[in-house]
């Protein structure tokens, strides 16, 4: 079992208890925010200070290959004594949280949006209660308090909060994954990403994130050394590396590109599926392509 704060009297899972702004138990990390909560409500534990600890987050409507890469890596992370925080909700958060349960029932924290004797999502109550015995429900707003939009991107500042490293496993292009992206930057932690949705693609694009395909490469990063596998690798040859030449004057859409690289359109597409599966390039909006940046 990773180290964690046990209150009040090393019982977990039981009703929910408050910790005070600058009394003893409450997590320093959340100390740099300049609006950290005046009270964290508790259902189990908080994350012992000095525990390396990740934030994971992704898009809720997401992909049956974003949440099972979500659930490998939390596992791969909390095997190696990493915690895992996310924010309970349905797709890549579940995953994450399932991922870090799944290591020998290691601890896991989701952060609420509502009060953390309230279920929501509803079908999370078995997921909530796994949670709050291995690790802890937290949440800055009174017990019996329901969910309500505005208090979910509040609550992202408590998760990138707790955290010394984001990841961002699936996003679209308007995201609350984004805010918490955003928001772990603002605090100096490292914000990886992995390939091949919108969201990430563009925060790799713009080089707010690494590249992260392993625990490997989150434990680089909270190392303070650039991931292993954000090395530039070699430009690719053929059809994809003529596309990426081509992509790199602009982006442009499939017709454009073919009239540009004078190839048929149809070995433009399979050209634009090899370099998007590779981590290549992203489709943006308007059918367009466009060149991913690797690095930080």
């Known amino acids: 079992?990773?180290?964690?704060?046990?209150?009040?009297?090393?019982?977990?899972?039981?009703?929910?208890?408050?910790?005070?702004?600058?009394?003893?138990?409450?997590?320093?990390?959340?100390?740099?925010?300049?609006?950290?909560?005046?009270?964290?409500?508790?259902?189990?534990?908080?994350?012992?200070?000095?525990?390396?600890?990740?934030?994971?987050?992704?898009?809720?409507?997401?992909?049956?290959?974003?949440?099972?890469?979500?659930?490998?890596?939390?596992?791969?992370?909390?095997?190696?004594?990493?915690?895992?925080?996310?924010?309970?909700a349905f797709g890549i958060d579940a995953a994450a949280h399932e991922g870090a349960l799944a290591a020998a029932a290691a601890p896991t924290f989701a952060v609420f949006g509502c009060g953390v004797d309230v279920t929501y999502p509803d079908r999370h109550g078995p997921l909530f209660a796994r949670i709050a015995v291995a690790g802890g429900l937290l949440s800055e707003y009174a017990p019996g308090t329901p969910p309500r939009?505005?208090?979910f991107p509040a609550r992202n500042r408590i998760i990138a909060g707790l955290a010394d490293a984001a990841i961002v496993v699936e996003a679209a292009h308007r995201s609350g994954a984004l805010i918490t992206a955003a928001l772990a930057r603002s605090l100096g932690r490292p914000v990886l990403a992995l390939a091949g949705s919108p969201g990430t693609d563009r925060l790799l694009q713009r080089g707010q994130a690494c590249p992260v395909t392993s625990a490997a490469d989150v434990e680089e990063a909270l190392a303070g050394r650039r991931p292993t596998s954000s090395s530039q690798p070699e430009p690719p040859a053929g059809a994809v590396g003529l596309l990426l030449a081509a992509l790199r004057e602009g982006a442009a859409e499939p017709a454009a590109l073919s009239r540009r690289i004078g190839l048929p359109l149809p070995a433009v597409m399979a050209a634009l599926v090899e370099a998007e599966l590779d981590g290549w390039l992203c489709r943006i909006p308007g059918n367009q392509y466009e060149v991913i940046r690797r690095g930080c």
């Open 1 to 88: 079992m990773l180290p964690v704060r046990r209150f009040p009297d090393g019982k977990t899972g039981q009703a929910p208890f408050r910790l005070v702004r600058g009394e003893a138990g409450y997590p320093s990390r959340l100390l740099e925010l300049s609006d950290a909560p005046a009270v964290l409500w508790v259902r189990g534990c908080v994350p012992e200070d000095g525990v390396r600890a990740v934030a994971m987050v992704g898009a809720r409507a997401a992909s049956g290959a974003g949440c099972t890469r979500a659930h490998a890596i939390a596992t791969e992370l909390a095997g190696k004594g990493i915690v895992v925080i996310s924010g309970g």
């Open 149 to 151: 939009a505005g208090q």
